[in-house]
């Protein structure tokens, strides 16, 4: 079923004014479209939907795989006041998703079927594989200003590889409404965006710890140059970096080409 404005800002109650919603049935990249718009001078909570995304981006220009109706995904323009610093954007926003989501009637955690879970930088999990994943990109020129990316899986598409199937996984809740997960997902965004422009990632670090996939274990980080390194994952800091301690030091963790792996 097609998201609908209507229907969503129905849901959104009062919060709709906050958001300027377009659905378009089908377009490359929701990133990219809003991307031109916030340059053109799109308002703050602009929100791109697309029915289908045929060319979806990811982290380290991985694409997001997923065939029409099989995913939840969108865009939304967020403008902070000059000078705030975006250090653990998008930690806060995998809360957002990782709340919106367990709150779904059905949704991962209130029918058993599966907790979610957060995985550094930018991944939601669901029974330990990927549910859904965000994409934070910052307009150029204009720092303050960031472009939300947020995919999530509704259900695995047919036509989806295998070893990608494998390390992947869904809603899969035959009557799920996606007007009603969009709204959900806007309005828990909403609250985490203000909590951030009024103190940044460090308020939410408890919370976001609590979620964490990996904390205190073992793990293996990779980059794209680079020997793979060892250690145990402590979790993240006030500013959202990785803490991962090796050889009795702890290191923080800031590039955002770095995977985790468990060891």
């Not at 959104?12 to 659905?23: C, K, N, Q, S």
């Not at 402590?234 to 301690?245: H, N, P, Q, S, W």
Request: aromatic residues 4%; proline residues 6%; contains cysteine.
């Amino acid at each position: 079923m097609p998201a609908t404005i209507a229907a969503i800002a129905a849901r959104l109650g009062p919060v709709a004014r906050r958001f300027d919603i377009d659905v378009l049935d089908s377009c490359d990249s929701t990133n990219a479209v809003l991307l031109a718009r916030a340059e053109a001078g799109a308002p703050s909570g602009t929100v791109v939907i697309a029915n289908q995304q045929t060319a979806g981006r990811g982290r380290r220009g991985r694409s997001w795989f997923a065939s029409p109706g099989d995913s939840l995904t969108f865009s939304l323009l967020w403008r902070f006041a000059p000078g705030t610093a975006p250090a653990g954007l998008s930690l806060a926003v995998g809360l957002a998703v990782a709340q919106a989501l367990a709150e779904v009637p059905g949704g991962t955690q209130s029918a058993g079927a599966g907790n979610t879970a957060l995985k550094w930088p930018n991944d939601i999990l669901k029974d330990g594989r990927k549910l859904g994943g965000i994409l934070v990109e910052l307009l150029p020129g204009a720092p303050h200003a960031a472009v939300i990316g947020i995919g999530v899986n509704l259900r695995l598409a047919a036509a989806m590889p295998d070893d990608l199937r494998a390390a992947s996984a869904a809603l899969d809740l035959p009557d799920a409404n996606p007007d009603a997960l969009y709204a959900s997902l806007l309005t828990r965004l909403l609250e985490r965006l203000e909590q951030f422009t009024a103190g940044g990632f460090a308020p939410m670090r408890d919370e976001w710890t609590a979620r964490h996939a990996f904390q205190d274990a073992a793990v293996v980080l990779s980059a794209d140059f680079g020997a793979p390194r060892q250690g145990i994952c402590r979790g993240v800091d006030a500013d959202g970096a990785l803490l991962l301690e090796s050889d009795g030091r702890v290191e923080r963790i800031l590039s955002g080409e770095v995977s985790l792996r468990p060891a």
